[in-house]
C-alpha cells in the first residue's frame, strides 16, 4: 500500500523553485509557478499540485514543448481590454502578468477581460480567479487544452477538459469558488489514478465502439491515439444532460481562441502530423468584475455568503450529515494541511529524489528517514 508522508510547505517550495531555476526558469518565475503548483495542494486538488511537476512542467520544457523563459508581447490593449502572446512561455506566468494588469483596470473601470494566445497549462483555473476575489473583486478564467472529450452522440476526441470557473467574494472565511472541469473528469484526474495505482470509474470515458474503459494506463494511452475520449458533464447523450455540458465546454473553447484569435481543437494536440512533439498553443481568458461599481463589496459579500449559508442549511438527504458550498472543501483541506505540509506518494517521492539528484541539489526529504 502506497504510504502518504508529509513534506513542509516550505521545503516542497523552495525544492520546486530550485529545481525550476536548474531547468532555465527564472528565479521570480519560478517562484510564480512553485505557488500556483502548491496551491492545489492546499485545496487537496492533488491532480494539479505536486503530481504535475515533472510530467506536465519538467518534461515539457525538456522535450522542447514549453519555454523556460516567458516573453510577453501584447498584442492589443485598451483602457479595459488586454490580449497577450505568452510565445509558448511559462503559461502561469503569463496569467498571473494578466491577473496583476486586468484588477487594476477593474480598479478604475469596474470590469476588465483579457485573453492569452500561444500559452501552455496555467495550473488550476481557480488560482486566477482568486487572485481577483483577494483584490474584493470577482473572477472569472477559462482555458482550452489537448483534444480528449467528445461531443454529444460522438467518440472522438475534439476539445479538452476546458474548465469554467468563478470566484466570489463572500463574508465567510472563504470565498464561492467554483473551479471545475465541464467534463466529468479531466485528464489530471486519471493521471492521478494511474500514479495511485487506480482504475477510473466505469462511465467516464467512452471507446469508439461506445463501450467504456477503467484502466487508467490504457486510457491514457488509447487516448492520445484517438481511440478512446472523456465525456462532458451530463454524460453520454442527452437523458442525463451530457449536451449541457457539452455547451460549456463548446462556450471555453470558443472563448478561449477566439478572444485571442488562436488555435483551437486538434491544433492543441502537441503532436504534429508525423507524431512529433509541437508547441502546444493553449489559450486563456480572464475576467475581472467590481462590486464596487454595482452595490458595493459589502453589499456583494452579505449576499453572497447570505446564499451560501442558507444553501447549507437546508434539509439534507437522509444518510447525509452536511450540504457543502463551492470552496467549502478546498478550505477544509488546507485547514488541515495548514501544519501538516504536502503529502506525497511513492511516485513523487521517487520523482523528487530523482529530480534532486539530477539538478544536483543538497536536499534530504523526512520521507527518505
Known sequence: MEQR????????????????????????????????????????????????????????????????ETKIDILKETPTTIVMDANNGMGMVASYRMMEKLIEKAKIYGMAGGSITNSTHYGIAGYWTTMAEKAGMIGISGTNARPSVAPTFGVEPMMGTNPLTFTMPTDEDFPFNFDCATSIVQNGKIEYYERSGKDTPAGLVVTKDGGTMTNSGSILKEMRKGNCALLSRGGAGEETGGYKGYGFTTIVEILSAALCGGPFMKELSGKDEEGNNKMFRL??????????????????????????????????????????????????????????????????????????DECALDYRFPFED
Open 283 to 356: 489559450g486563456h481568458f480572464f475576467f475581472v468584475i467590481n462590486p464596487e461599481f454595482f452595490m458595493g463589496l459589502d453589499t456583494f459579500k452579505e449576499t453572497a455568503g447570505g446564499i451560501c449559508r442558507g444553501l447549507r442549511a437546508s434539509e439534507k438527504a437522509p444518510g447525509e450529515e452536511r450540504i457543502y458550498t463551492a470552496g467549502e472543501k478546498e478550505h477544509l483541506a488546507w485547514l488541515e494541511r495548514r501544519e501538516l505540509g504536502v503529502p506525497v506518494g511513492e511516485a513523487i517521492q521517487k520523482e523528487f529524489i530523482a529530480l534532486r
Open 5 to 68: 508522508p508529509y513534506i513542509s510547505w516550505e521545503l516542497a517550495e523552495k525544492f520546486m523553485i530550485d529545481v525550476f531555476k536548474a531547468y532555465g526558469v527564472p528565479e521570480e518565475d519560478a517562484a510564480i509557478c512553485a505557488d500556483v503548483l502548491l496551491e492545489s495542494d492546499r485545496r487537496g486538488i492533488e491532480s494539479h499540485g505536486c503530481n504535475r511537476f515533472k510530467p506536465i512542467y519538467l518534461d515539457r520544457i525538456k522535450n522542447g514543448t514549453l519555454l523556460p
